[in-house]
């Protein structure tokens, strides 16, 4: 089994930042693409950004210029750090992770965190 465990969120001052982590755990060979979602209150869910392994990066386009997503693949770790937040990135940010458990499987399973809120109020 796989784990993942989001942090970092909390609330902060329009214009502020925030940097949430999000660690996989148990067991893992390999990690593909790592990706942070968002959900607000009575909104779907949206991807904010993705990485693969390789270290390629893409952003939805309310967050390009404000947010940069990375990993950390000795911790199996992506991190999300948010710039000139707005009270509309206020939601729920969940990471998820392609998970190879073994180095005989090819197939990568797909694991969710439970999320960390972020609202951005004053």
């Known amino acids: 089994q796989v784990q993942l465990v989001e942090s970092g969120g909390g609330l902060v001052q329009p214009g502020g930042s925030l940097r949430l982590s999000c660690a996989a755990s148990?067991?893992?060979?390999?990690?593909?693409?790592m990706t942070w979602y968002r959900q607000a209150p009575g909104k779907l869910r949206e991807l904010v950004a993705t990485?693969?392994?390789?270290?390629?990066?893409n952003y939805a386009d309310s967050v390009k210029g404000r947010v940069t997503i990375s990993r950390d693949n000795a911790k199996n770790t992506v991190y999300l750090q948010m710039n000139s937040l707005k009270p509309e990135d206020t939601a729920v940010y969940s990471c998820?992770?392609?998970?190879?458990?073994?180095?005989?499987?090819?197939?990568?399973?797909?694991?969710w965190g439970q999320g960390t809120q972020v609202t951005v109020s004053s």
């Open positions: 998820n992770a392609e998970v190879r458990p073994n180095q005989n499987s090819r197939t990568a399973f797909l694991y």
């Open positions: 148990g067991s893992i060979f390999s990690i593909n693409s």
């Open positions: 990485v693969t392994s390789g270290g390629r990066t």
